[in-house]
């Protein structure tokens, strides 16, 4: 099976507070991609980040981080010092072989100020 | 540059209606699709098409919704007759390339079938 798990559904943290969204795929490829969108209230999808499957450096812009696992098959996000926009749902997702992306059922964050 | 434009933003119909939504991608995006998301899920893929040709429509639920993508550019999708679980989100993505590079989505169009 080719698939995305997010376990977390809801996610509630007190501003400056670290969050990480859990995400573990299946797939039975060797080539693969992962990636993080943020769905804000407005409702577009923004993407924030791909990953092949040969590239297991962990990646850190600003706030935000991801570490990927091949043993564990996991490519969770970690917000550091979260802030009210970061407050969205958070979908991790998974291509291969030219196929299109295939989502989590995503993880809503809120962040109260 | 400009994102991908989509069209309505709402609509509201009743069941047995059909309905078409419209979508502009990127421009010079080879790959477009069509995601159908319902209220609390992830998006789902509907169809995948490269230029004019489809790549994957098997999520599909071709008794009812059909899509084209005439000229290998715009698209449209449609349904007809809706249903009520047709309720969703329709988002329209393009990228660059197929698959493994990453999509750009439009705002979406929120229907509801009543």
């Known amino acids: 099976a080719q698939k995305v798990t997010q376990a977390q559904t809801e996610i509630s943290v007190v501003e400056k507070e670290d969050v990480t969204l859990d995400c573990v795929y299946e797939?039975?490829?060797?080539?693969?991609?992962l990636f993080w969108y943020k769905q804000p209230p407005s409702g577009e999808l923004v993407f924030l980040i791909r990953?092949?499957?040969?590239?297991?450096q962990n990646e850190i812009s600003g706030r935000y981080s991801w570490n990927f696992q091949k043993s564990t098959s996991s490519f969770n996000f970690t917000i550091t010092a979260s802030q009210v926009v970061d407050s969205a749902v958070y979908f991790c997702a998974l291509s291969w072989s030219g196929y299109a992306l295939n989502f989590g059922k995503g993880t809503s964050l809120l962040v109260t100020p | 540059e400009a994102g991908v434009a989509q069209s309505p933003r709402y609509k509201i119909i009743e069941k047995r209606q059909s309905v078409a939504f419209w979508c502009n991608p990127i421009?010079?995006?080879?790959?477009l699709y069509w995601y159908q998301q319902i209220l609390g899920q992830g998006p789902k893929l509907l169809i995948q098409f490269q230029n004019n040709g489809v790549v994957d429509d098997s999520q599909l639920p071709k008794d009812r919704f059909s899509a084209e993508r005439l000229k290998g550019v715009d698209s449209t999708l449609k349904i007809q007759p809706a249903k009520l679980e047709d309720s969703a989100v329709y988002l329209c993505a393009s990228s660059l390339l197929l698959g493994n590079t990453e999509a750009f989505f439009g705002q979406g169009t929120r229907l509801t079938v009543v």
């Open positions: 421009s010079g995006h080879a790959t």
């Open positions: 797939t039975r490829d060797t080539t693969y991609y």
């Open positions: 990953r092949n499957s040969f590239d297991e």
